[in-house]
């Protein structure tokens, strides 16, 4: 069973950056495909962006923009989430996840697919 812990959330004013990152331990972290989601008080868990197990394929929301990059390194069992041109409206509590999978190619989006969940990370933008 894998352990995710994340970090790197924080206070940031509009139009800044922020790397979040997910520290995984206790499995094999390459046979997880994983995920960064993000909630606020009386919203449903929303996907951010997802990668599968090699890193090769990825998922990004509309809302992203192009201002997210989810990454992971195999090697220091570390997914990341780069968010830059931050926004208001990111303002929520972030959290990572993993499922263990064993097709290289798949990325999951729905929060239901996922059976292991970090504690999540605040991030806040003041406008």
């Known amino acids: 069973q894998v352990q995710l812990v994340e970090s790197g959330g924080g206070l940031v004013q509009a139009g800044g950056s922020l790397r979040l990152s997910c520290a995984a331990s206790?499995?094999?972290?390459?046979?997880?495909?994983m995920g960064w989601f993000r909630q606020t008080p009386g919203k449903q868990r929303e996907v951010v962006a997802a990668?599968?197990?090699?890193?090769?394929?990825?998922y990004t929301a509309d809302f992203v923009e192009g201002r997210f990059t989810i990454s992971r390194d195999n090697t220091k069992n570390t997914l990341y989430l780069q968010m830059s041109e931050l926004k208001p409206e990111d303002t929520a509590d972030y959290y990572c996840?993993?499922?263990?999978?064993?097709?290289?190619?798949?990325?999951?989006?729905?929060?239901?697919?996922?059976?292991?969940w970090g504690r999540g990370t605040q991030v806040t933008v003041s406008s």
């Open positions: 206790g499995g094999t972290f390459s046979t997880y495909a």
């Open positions: 996840a993993a499922k263990k999978d064993v097709i290289v190619s798949i990325v999951f989006t729905s929060p239901s697919a996922y059976e292991y």
């Open positions: 990668i599968n197990l090699s890193g090769s394929r990825t």
